[in-house]
Structures are given as C-alpha cells and as structure tokens.
C-alpha cells in the first residue's frame, strides 16, 4: 500500500509498527513532530482495514485540500463539515453507508448530532483517528470543548480501534489525553521531537520589524517563510512594511473575510518565496515543505505553541530558520492579559505556568534544544550547536544589587496610592531623570533617585524583564502595576542572589549610530 498508492519506498521512523498495530485492531496513541507523517499511520490502515476510517479533524479549512490529495492517489476520501450544503452532505453520508469510500473526514462538532452517531451506525467504520489530539486536553494550549464528545467513539462502537495523533503534548497533556479519550491501555508511539534542522534562535526586541527586515534580507532572501504577530493589525502593519521594503508579504487573520484568507492560504501554498504574515490562526495542518524561517514578533503564550509553530519551518529537512524577538513590553503585556483574562482561578494558573515555561526558555544560558525537549519530557545532549546560545554563549553576571535597586524603587512607589507606574518611571527614576512625570509626583525626592547611573537605559530593561520573567517582580491588574512577589523581599533581604543573562550587544539602530 505504501509504494502503491503513496509512492514510497519505505516507512518512516515508527510508522511501520504503528501502521501494524492499527491493522491489527489495537488502538494508539502517536506522538510525532511536524512533518513526521502522522498521516499515513492512519491512511493505510484504513485502507487496509475493512470498512470507512473515519478521521476526526478540526481543520475544516484543509479538509477539501486533504480529500482532493487523497482522490488525487486514487484513495477514495470524502468530508462532512459545515462548509457544505446539504446535497454535497447527502451524497457524502450516501457514500459512506453503501462503503464506497475509504476515508472520511468529519469536523468534530458534527458528533453533538445525534444524526451523524446514527450515520456512523449505518456504515461500517474500520477506524477512528483523532487527528490534533491535544485539543482534546484542557491543560494543554489548544483546547477545544467539542473534542471532549470524542470520547463517546469508545464507548459507542468498542471494537472499533482508534488512534489518536498530535505534534505537541507534554507529558501532563499526554496523560490527559490518554485519560479523556480513554487511551491509557492503548500503546503509546513517542517519537523524538527533535527538529535537528530547525536553528533556534530568540533575540532581543529592540526594532522588531527592522530586525524581521534584517533577518529576511541577510539571510532568507527570496525565501517563503512565515511571521507570526499578536494581534490583527500588527499583522496588517507587518505586512504592509515588508511590501513597502519589496519583500512579497500577505496577511493572515481571523479578521480577514474567508475567501481573502482562502486566496492568502493557497498563494502561500502555491507560489515560491511568500512570507505569511499572521496571526496564530494560520497554520495548523499547512503542509508546505519548504518554509525556510519562522519568525516571531511577539512572544508565544506557551512553548507547546512556540514547538508546533515553529514547527512548520523545514519539513522538507533542510536547513531552517526559528526565531523570535522579545523584549520588557511582552512580559507585561502577556501578565497584564492573564490578569485580565475570563475563566476561573485555575485557569489563570494554566496561563501562568504555561507564559512562565516559555519565559525560562527566552531567558536561559543554555542550549534551547535541550530546554525545549526538556520541557517535553525527553533528554537530548547538552549542546546542540545549532541554536543561538550554543553558538554563541551568552555570558551572566551578578545583577542583585540591580535587583535590588529596581526592588527598592517599586517599594517606594507603592505608597502612592492609586497610581499606577511601569516600568517607565522606574528606569527613569534610577536614572536620576527629571521628567514630567518624575516631577509631577515629586520622585527626584526619592532615595532611589538617580542611584542606577551605572546601567544604561537598555541594561535595566532587559534587568526588569529578567526579573518579572523569574516572578522576582509581579504585575498586578489590567494596567500592568510592578509589585513585589514573594521571591522580591528574599532579594531586598539578601537572602537571594541573582544571576541574570547579559543580553548580547546588539548593533545600534542605524540613526542612534550616526549619532555616536
Ligand atoms: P504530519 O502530519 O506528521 O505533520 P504528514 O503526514 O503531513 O506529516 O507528512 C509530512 C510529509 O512527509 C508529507 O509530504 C508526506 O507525504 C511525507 N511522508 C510521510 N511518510 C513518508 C514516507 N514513509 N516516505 C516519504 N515521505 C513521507
Ligand atoms: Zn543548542
């Protein structure tokens, strides 16, 4: 089946056992990077298997692309999803009943019908495979609720194996799935996640899109690639400035009507050297081999998502591009939008471990390999040579007494009631800096005034990120208040030392170096 309808040669990595164990009736669960070709596992046992493989997707945009590549192989594949009218519905459901396919594509909120579990019924199923398993798990990055209805599948149709796939679980998310799909007895597939290609990089932001420019023209000229930003009009405004630099860029957004992002999507897909530029509403399913670079302008709510969009740099193998620019603004921004954020306590405590996981990842000294297959339970060598700290070393010093000194001035501006200062006023303050704001509220008075000369501007940003990226320093409320944490009074007593990374020197913006 492999060479005969897919063309190929041989397996891949695991894909030979999983594909046995599935035939076999077994069910499993399949952890495998981007690119891996988790598709397959499920493909050919469908074929294989007496019956239609049912493939639980929530990829509605990619389902038509998916079945015409399928049909393209002679596979015989059709989908069910909103996106249809009735008669394409009807034909499809008539097609499944009477086993004239091979494959079957089903969004996964169509199984709150109860139209569509009596469908099932009618035809005979070979298989079900979950495809983007993790959404599955509230703990993870991507949860979606209708997942949870999947796991009526067992108990509805028991002897029906399933296998469920995704690209990014943690061993906490893994176990979740395992328990809410009732697959804990099911064997486990875990391939390495390591993406040996995939050059890991994180900078600091100080001119992100001049940065992004540099990136691209430096290094990644004429090549497709792919940026990802915040919000919508960061996008548009990316976007409008690569065009405006004569880099071929297309927005990407949930604000753009479908049939632009549908055109956006199958340029990026057809045409060379196209840079994306979106929001992280794109991506999910591309299989576009040659993405040379993934770029981030704003930091990544988690690491799951930072690995699964990054991920989509390099499938084809070769040399590819991961980087991320982040500075001071993220950390507040991103602590300031958990504080604002709906859902209840332990839902805010997810985001917190999940932006805390991705902030150590941003501030370590060491390889970003090793901390990124870390972070999902696997071990990898110490050095990697292949990311940014691996390849050149960032150095750490001693910043306690900077600690200190930022500490002591939030100290001192908390007794102004019903005032909110960022990080601003601090540096300002450090920096003996008569401002009208300084003024205003008399903080040339303070101790503190002017008793940081020796750090520039710069320096005590990036000692204020490292601080609130370590919790040394909190943010309270939607206006992103500094206060003390508990760790910042071990600091302001002594008891605490604090090694912080000094961030690389980096080449002056073009006009502050005229200057000099
Ligand atoms: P994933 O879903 O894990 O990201 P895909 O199933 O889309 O990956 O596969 C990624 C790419 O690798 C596809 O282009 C696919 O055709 C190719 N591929 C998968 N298995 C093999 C194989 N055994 N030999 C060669 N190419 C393969
Ligand atoms: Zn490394």
């Given at each position: 089946m492999l060479r005969r309808v897919f063309g190929y040669d041989e397996f891949r990595g695991e894909q030979r056992e999983i594909v046995e164990h599935v035939i076999g009736g077994g069910d499993a669960l399949v952890l495998m990077p981007t690119g891996g070709g988790k598709s397959l596992c499920y493909q050919i046992p469908a074929l294989v298997r007496d019956g239609v493989g049912v493939v639980i997707s929530p990829l509605i945009a990619l389902m038509q692309d998916q079945v015409d590549a399928l049909r393209a192989l002679g596979v015989r594949a059709g989908f069910l999803n909103s996106t249809q009218d009735v008669d394409e519905q009807r034909l499809v459901q008539a097609e499944f009943v009477a086993g004239r396919l091979d494959v079957l594509y089903l969004a996964p909120?169509?199984?709150?019908?109860e139209a569509t579990l009596r469908l099932l019924d009618r035809g005979r199923v070979s298989l079900f495979a979950i495809d983007e398993a993790h959404c599955v798990a509230q703990w993870g990055h991507d949860f979606r609720p209708d997942y949870l209805m999947l796991s009526q599948l067992h108990e509805r149709w028991p002897d029906v194996p399933r296998i469920a796939l995704t690209a990014t679980a943690t061993e906490a998310t893994r176990q979740e799935i395992a328990t809410r799909l009732d697959l804990t007895a099911a064997r486990h597939f875990v391939a390495s996640f390591d993406r040996p290609n995939i050059q890991y990089r994180i900078a600091g932001k100080v001119e992100p899109r001049k940065q992004l420019l540099e990136l691209l023209r430096g290094e990644h000229k004429g090549d497709a690639g792919i940026v990802y930003c915040l919000s919508r009009a960061s996008v548009e405004k990316t976007a409008g400035f690569l065009t405006e630099q004569g880099v071929e860029a297309l927005p990407y957004h949930a604000g753009l009507d479908p049939r632009t992002r549908a055109a956006h999507q199958s340029r990026f897909l057809r045409e060379d050297g196209l840079v994306m530029v979106a929001t992280i509403a794109f991506g999910m399913g591309i299989d576009k081999p040659d993405v040379r670079f993934v770029a981030h302008l704003d930091l990544p709510k988690s690491v799951e998502g930072y690995y699964q969009e990054t991920g989509r740099a390099g499938r084809d193998g070769l040399p590819s591009t991961a980087w991320l620019a982040y500075g001071l603004q993220d950390v507040v921004q991103q602590r300031k939008m958990i504080n604002g954020s709906e859902g209840d306590a332990a839902h805010r405590r997810r985001l917190v471990a999940h932006l805390d996981a991705m902030l150590a990842l941003c501030e370590t000294v060491e390889c970003r390999r090793a901390r990124l297959l870390a972070y999902f339970g696997q071990s990898a060598s110490e050095s990697c040579g292949n990311c940014d700290t691996c390849l050149a070393p960032p150095e750490t010093w001693d910043g306690t007494v900077a600690a200190q000194k930022i500490l002591s001035t939030v100290v001192r501006l908390k007794r102004e009631r019903n005032q909110k200062f960022g990080a601003g006023q601090i540096i300002d303050i450090l920096l003996g800096r008569k401002t009208a704001k300084v003024i205003q509220f008399d903080h040339d008075r303070l101790s503190v005034f002017g008793i940081g000369t020796e750090l520039k501007e710069a320096e005590w940003r990036g000692v204020l990120r490292q601080l609130l990226a370590q919790g040394l320093i909190g943010v309270e409320g939607e206006y992103g208040t500094l206060v003390l944490t508990e760790g910042s009074d071990e600091v302001l007593r002594g008891r605490r030392q604090v090694p912080l990374r000094r961030d690389p020197v980096r080449a002056k913006p073009a006009r502050a170096a005229r200057a000099d």
């Open positions: 909120e169509r199984l709150r019908n």
